[in-house]
C-alpha cells in the first residue's frame, strides 16, 4: 500500500473510532429504575393503608401524588446531572428516552382517566401497568441488545396476564414480584453494570 | 480516465476531521470532552473548532451550569453534509487505487 493511500485509510480509520467512541458516552440514568420501583412500593402501600398519620390517610390521592412527585424528582435530578455531566446526549440515548417519555405520558393518558371516571378495577390496572412497562422495557432492551432489560419486559408481560387470572390478593403478590425483580434488582444491576463502564472509559481515557 | 474527487481542506485535518466525527454521534458536546476525547490541547482545540465554526461545520454556544461557564458545540446541517461528501470522495479514492493497484 502506497503512503497516500494508508494516510486516506487511517482518516478512514479515525473515523470510525471517533464516531464509535462518541456513541458509548453514557449518563448515569439506572438510579431512575430504582426510584421508580421504590416508588410503586409507596403508592401500594399508601393506597393499601400502610401508611398511617393524616396525609397518608388520603388513600385516592396515593397513585396520582406519588407518580407526579417521582415524575417531578426525576424531572428535576436528570436535568441536573445531565448539565453538569460532562457526556453528552447521544442519538440512542435520545430513542430510549423517547421511549420512557412516552410509555410515562401514555400511563398518565390512561389511567387518570380511569381513576377519574370511577371505572378504575385494580387487577386491569395492574394489568394495563405493567403491559406498557413491558413494552418499554422490550423497546429499550432491543435498542441496547441488552438481554436482561428484554427478560424484565417478560417478567412485566407475564405478571400483566397473571394478574388477570388470579385473584386480587394474587395480582398484588405478581405486581410487588415484578417490580422487585424489574425494578429493584434489574435497576441495582443496571447502577453495577454503569460503574463498571464508566470506571473502564475512565482507564482508557487516562 | 474518470476525474478523481477532491477532499474537503477544512475536514482533512486530522483533529478537525476528529472533531467532526465525534460531534456526528451526539447532539451537542462540551469543549472539555471533545478535549478528553482528542487528547489535544486547549489552545489547538480551540483553533481548530474556531476554523470549523467559521466554515459553518459547527454551531458554538456559551451557558452556565451551576455558576460555570459551558461552552458547547454541535454539528450544524453543512457539517453533516460535508462530511458525508468527505467519507464519501474517500472510499472514492481508496476504490479506485485497489483497482489501479
Not at chain 1, 480509520?13 to 453514557?26: F, H, N, Q, V
Not at chain 1, 427478560?151 to 405486581?175: E, M, P, R
Not at chain 2, 482545540?45 to 461552552?71: D, I, S
Request: proline share 3%.
Amino acid at each position: 500500500m502506497s503512503a497516500e493511500n494508508q494516510e486516506l485509510t487511517e482518516r478512514l480509520e479515525l473515523i470510525e473510532t471517533m464516531i464509535a467512541e462518541g456513541r458509548r458516552s453514557t449518563t448515569r440514568w439506572a438510579w431512575t429504575i430504582v426510584l421508580w420501583g421504590v416508588a410503586f412500593y409507596v403508592a401500594i402501600a399508601w393506597s393499601s393503608g400502610f401508611l398511617g398519620g393524616p396525609i397518608w390517610g388520603q388513600h385516592y390521592m396515593a397513585w396520582p401524588v406519588t407518580m407526579i412527585g417521582t415524575w417531578l424528582l426525576t424531572w428535576g435530578l436528570a436535568t441536573r446531572m445531565r448539565q453538569s455531566a460532562k457526556a453528552p446526549m447521544t442519538t440512542v440515548g435520545r430513542a430510549i428516552m423517547s421511549i420512557w417519555t412516552a410509555m410515562g405520558i401514555s400511563m398518565f393518558a390512561l389511567l387518570l382517566p380511569l381513576g377519574l371516571s370511577g371505572r378504575a378495577d385494580q387487577q386491569v390496572c395492574v394489568a394495563a401497568v405493567v403491559t406498557l412497562l413491558g413494552m418499554a422495557n422490550a423497546a429499550s432492551g432491543i435498542l441496547l441488545k441488552w438481554k436482561a432489560q428484554i427478560a424484565c419486559a417478560v417478567v412485566w408481560w407475564v405478571a400483566g396476564s397473571a394478574s388477570l387470572f388470579g385473584s386480587v390478593t394474587q395480582s398484588t403478590i405478581a405486581f410487588l414480584a415484578a417490580i422487585f425483580f424489574c425494578q429493584i434488582v434489574f435497576g441495582i444491576y443496571a447502577m453495577i453494570c454503569e460503574s463498571r463502564e464508566q470506571r473502564r472509559q475512565g482507564a482508557a481515557n487516562a | 480516465m474518470p476525474e478523481m474527487p477532491e477532499l474537503n481542506p477544512v475536514i482533512h485535518g486530522k483533529l478537525r476531521l476528529a472533531l467532526l466525527s465525534l460531534l456526528s454521534g451526539v447532539d451537542e458536546a462540551e469543549f472539555t470532552w471533545l478535549r478528553e476525547k482528542t487528547g489535544s490541547t486547549d489552545g489547538n482545540l480551540g483553533a481548530q473548532l474556531m476554523k470549523l465554526e467559521e466554515a459553518g461545520y459547527v454551531a458554538m454556544k456559551k451557558r452556565f451550569v451551576l455558576r460555570k461557564p459551558q461552552t458547547l458545540y454541535r454539528m450544524t446541517e453543512k457539517g453533516r453534509v460535508a462530511l458525508t461528501e468527505y467519507v464519501s470522495a474517500l472510499k472514492e479514492l481508496l476504490g479506485n487505487a485497489v483497482i489501479s493497484g
